[in-house]
């Protein structure tokens, strides 16, 4: 998650906060999400990162949930002791972030319904 940004992505990053910012400014947990963001952009760097490895190995969909299980797991190794990590409730603003960053994204996660709208069904 160290990766040095070109001037290109950094700009684009920016872009893509505004659009997300002008989309859900409506909604105080995303709007808490990005300020959480602007003190840890390696999060969002991160994400794409195992984003990018998952498409790379050909797979199709996945939870943008584990990932981000997978970064607060890196961060706890590489930062012990510093008392913060991602909130699980921003995994779902970091995949809408990253598919207005990018939307080639767009698909690659699955997105699922609150559990008083998903339907059980019997097989």
């Known amino acids: 998650m160290n990766k040095i940004l070109s001037d290109e992505e950094i700009d684009m990053a920016l872009a893509a906060m505004e659009l997300f910012k002008l989309r859900y400014s409506f909604n105080e947990k995303y709007m808490s999400f ?12 991160g994400f794409k990162e195992k984003a990018d490895e998952l498409r790379e190995h050909g797979v199709e969909t996945h939870s943008a949930m584990t990932i981000l299980g997978v970064l607060r797991y890196e961060s706890a190794l590489r930062l012990p002791n510093e008392g913060w990590k991602i909130n699980n409730n921003h995994a779902k603003p970091l995949r809408i972030l990253l598919e ?12 699922r319904k609150p559990k008083g709208q998903q339907k059980l069904v019997m097989k």
């Open 100 to 111: 207005i960053f990018d939307d080639s994204f767009v698909g690659l996660f699955k997105d």
């Open 34 to 45: 990005l300020k959480v963001l602007t003190n840890h952009p390696e999060f969002f760097w």
